[in-house]
């Protein structure tokens, strides 16, 4: 056994800050069901503001900042256009087909991409045989790809594409400061033509809990009621509020630093001889295959662990995710317990 913890499961393990916790202290709070907590409402308007959209909605997390969204955009029987590789898809326990009744049309993504022309060609239009579509989900960064962040010139020829269909566009914003951050880009021009962005705050921002939606002030008033639903109104949450302000006001420009540990690590198993192209993982998430290894994913994992490193396997991959818990030394004595682990 080892002292040591180096834990790159996810960014979602990261603590609040010793400022968060002072702050969720000082928080002024009231019932939010009633819109009564001002705490809230500050967190929301800021969100909304940062991506110039009219309104937000604070949610317990990212799951149900996307069911939510999906239920609000789409009545049931309605089919959703997303990607085969997408967390909503993959992830979210089918919540959008148990709870909003809907059937979705997976893609396959490449580079984190809905290919365009294939987007197109699975539009359908009215024929008898087809379910109504009612919208278009893209995720930025695309967590199944590496973490690769979706450019806004991108994000504009696929809103183009759904205003000219009368679909609605929602962006799984989950890392979308990691992916604004990488391109340089603000987060109001690279999510311009979404009609909602669901985004994290308890992953590299560093909140312990919540996630917000902005969109339209109609489409936030509706989604409230969703989240009602859902068994998401809560009362007092402005203690948790305040945690995602601090968020907001301090998390994201660090977030580059974690995008050069997450290099630093893929240079690192690329200079052990692993097959992998730094390249491909430009903000904070890396993929290892072990093609050319004797190990499984589990074995593997499970020689890390003795070695105090704890990662997560994703098909046939080892995925590690960096975060302000991991330090450079962290990345370091990682790339020596593999190193010791394969020669
Ligand atoms: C983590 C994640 C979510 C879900 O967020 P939770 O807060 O864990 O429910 C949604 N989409 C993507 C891309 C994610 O990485």
Known sequence: MVDKIVDLRSDTVTKPT???RREMKKAEVGDDVFKEDPTVSKLENKAAEIFDKEAGLFVSSGTQGNLISL????????????????HIFN????????????????IKEEKGR????????????????????????????HNGHGGVPVSGDYIEKIGQICMQK?????????RIFNASVYL???????????????????KGLSAPI?????????FISRARKNRKIVGGGMRQVGVIAATGLISLDKMIDRLKKDHEKANRLAEGLKDLGFEINPNKFKTNIVYLSLDQMNYS????LGLLKEKGIKALSHEDKIRFVTHREVSKEDINYCLEAIDNLIH
């Open 166 to 174: 009368d679909l609605k566009l929602h962006i799984d914003g989950a």
């Open 114 to 141: 809905l290919p365009l022309e294939k987007l197109i060609e699975n539009i359908k239009g009215s024929d008898i045989h087809f379910p109504e579509q009612s919208l278009v989900c893209l995720e930025n960064t």
């Open 91 to 106: 992830y979210e326990v089918g919540g959008f087909a148990r709870l909003g009744g809907l059937s979705a049309r997976p």
């Open 18 to 20: 010793d400022e968060m």
């Open 210 to 218: 919540g996630s917000i939606i902005v969109g339209s002030r109609d």
């Open 184 to 202: 340089e880009e603000d987060v109001s021009n690279l999510c311009e033509p979404a009609d909602s962005i669901q985004f994290c705050l308890s």
């Open 297 to 300: 994913t589990n074995e593997f």
């Open 71 to 86: 239920l609000t955009h789409a009545q049931s029987g309605e089919e959703v256009i997303l990607g085969r590789d997408s």
